[in-house]
């Protein structure tokens, strides 16, 4: 308890609040000379969990190199830890939310780490991760002689739904385009399904160089998270359960309800 | 007798509207743009703006109004075809200048869903004109709005209260608050000059098509109003939709401009605020 106290700390004092990245070694006894230190490596099949007492948006710059899960916890996980040994084991995670992270392919990302509601730039978290080529190999699991089918995955519960349609405000886009996001069918949806803050439904059309000082914080952070990566105009940015994707603008108003509903539902 | 585009009376080159254009008891407050004090270089060219050509008027107009894209589809998307916010109205005094930009700001935030505020023209034009009831053109509210800011409607420290004129208002504070609601794209002067006629139809055409609002001054009537849409009122025959700063007037504030009614004499662009 004692040893876990001192992590805490530890975490706490290297301005990580409430956000915790995996560390090794992951405990640290009283007055050892070895500081935590987030793990910056990840082995394709390792999981990489993050904890955090508050919702995540998280981003990846550049995209494409991991795969992120956001769960509720408490919950058990079964596998082996990014901060762990080679040997697949049981571990339960207390915090509210979790981020479970894996590696696609090997490369090098910058991991971003924003708390939903964040006001202050210092609580964003930014970890760069090395994934490796070769991950661990686990002992042979036996296989049961009549396998029992497994149900699919249930779909994560849309928690969090935000978008932002980016175009040069000056811009003439095709009529169809234009029409995008003013159209009455759009506007409908996004109201009743983005996520509101302070009264407002999650939903905008930035310019490209929009000035967001006085945005709500949450839009602002996602902002601020999402920019450097929109290098052409037109865009549509879409946030869901914390992961934002930078996509190709829709063609027309049926081919933007098409692409909302995908992430948002119906 | 008065013709209508969508219950919205029209204002005809030659039609028998002077109980729309000068009802009593309204102020207008329009003083043409003096080049001299105020020249071309004021503003930046649109030159950047790529226009829409007359051809394809028809389709972009045709697709707004199948999918409820417009600027005039937002404004008026309350419930029951109310519009989403009550329009601003200016109580007699000269200000309609300041009036017809603040129009632009709030209908921009309203198109980009940005969080929404209700604004006083009466600060920039009080300021401007040093507390006096004095008239302008609305490049000199733009250009106030441009370095400035807006001001927030209410009597809350920072805001400046409905219709007053004191500047005892002029704070800190409401300087302050006002820069929360700048504008941060270029304006586009559309109406330098050395631009003819159809020039400057064709930018506000561009403009209306693209959901772009913008103040426009109009000489002949001594008035400026808000720019909102450019709208078909019948095969080959185009008008501006326009929102006017006087309590009652029109449908919700709005009117159509036809013919040579729709020609502006000052006009400018707001393409992005601060959000």
């Known amino acids: 308890m004692v040893r876990f106290l001192i992590l805490w700390l530890l975490l706490a004092s290297s301005c990580l609040a409430d956000i915790h990245l995996p560390t090794t070694p992951v405990l640290v006894e009283p007055n050892s000379p070895k500081a935590p230190k987030a793990i910056s490596e990840i082995a394709r099949g390792t999981l990489y969990v993050v904890e955090s007492t508050t919702p995540l948006i998280q981003l990846q710059a550049p995209e494409g190199f991991l795969n992120v899960v956001s769960a509720k916890g408490p919950l058990s996980v079964f596998g082996i830890f990014a901060d762990g040994s080679d040997e697949p084991e049981l571990r339960k995670y207390a915090s509210e939310n979790l981020m479970i992270v894996t590696g696609i392919k090997p490369g090098r990302t910058e991991l971003i780490l924003i708390p939903v509601g964040v006001t202050e730039q210092e609580s964003i978290v930014r970890q760069i991760l090395t994934v490796t080529g070769e991950g661990p190999r686990p002992p042979p699991v036996p296989v049961p002689p009549t396998p029992e089918p497994q149900p699919d995955p249930a779909p994560q519960p849309v928690v969090s739904f935000r978008v932002i349609f980016v175009k040069e405000s000056g811009s003439t886009l095709s009529a169809e385009q234009s029409a995008i996001p003013g159209a009455k069918s759009i506007r409908d949806y996004l109201t009743s399904k983005t996520t509101p803050e302070g009264g407002l439904a999650g939903w905008r059309e930035y310019d490209p160089q929009q000035n967001t000082t006085n945005e709500q914080a949450t839009m602002k952070a996602l902002w601020a998270a999402v920019k450097p990566n929109i290098t052409n105009t037109p865009v549509l940015v879409v946030e869901v359960n914390g992961k934002a994707t930078v996509r190709e603008y829709p063609k027309n108003t049926a081919d933007a309800l098409k692409i909302l509903k995908e992430y948002g539902g119906q | 007798m008065v013709t209508f585009y969508k219950n919205i009376p029209i204002i005809d080159t030659d039609g028998p509207t002077d109980d729309l254009l000068y009802p009593k008891d309204v102020e207008y407050g329009l003083v043409p743009r003096d080049y001299a004090t105020d020249p071309e270089a004021m503003f930046s060219p649109p ?143 559309l109406t330098r000059e050395l631009y003819n006629q159809n020039l400057t139809m064709a930018q506000v055409a561009t403009c209306g098509f693209n959901n772009i609002p913008g103040p426009r001054d109009y000489n002949w009537w001594g008035h400026s109003v808000c720019g909102i849409r450019w709208v078909r009122i019948e095969r080959g025959s185009w008008g501006q939709l326009i929102l006017n700063s006087w309590k009652g007037w029109g449908r919700h504030g709005l009117g159509v401009l036809r013919g040579s009614k729709a020609v502006c004499n000052g006009g400018l662009a707001i393409r992005s605020t601060s959000a």
């Open chain 2, 47 to 189: 030159s950047g703006m790529e226009l829409i050509p007359q051809s394809e008027w028809d389709a972009r107009f045709d697709e707004q109004e199948a999918t409820k894209s417009s600027l005039e589809h937002i404004y008026l998307s309350g419930s029951n075809g109310a519009p989403a916010f009550t329009c601003l109205e200016q109580n007699g005094h000269g200000y309609c200048w300041s009036y017809s930009t603040y129009h632009s700001v709030m209908l921009d935030r309203l198109r980009r869903n940005l969080p929404m505020v209700r604004l006083n023209p009466h600060a920039t034009a009080a300021i401007i004109k040093n507390g006096r009831d004095e008239g302008g053109w609305c490049g000199l509210s733009a250009k106030f709005g441009r370095e400035h800011g807006h001001a927030v409607q209410g009597t809350d420290p920072g805001q400046w209260p409905l219709h007053s004129r004191n500047l005892r208002f002029d704070t800190p504070a409401l300087r302050a608050e006002m820069t929360k609601y700048k504008i941060e794209e270029e304006w586009t002067d």
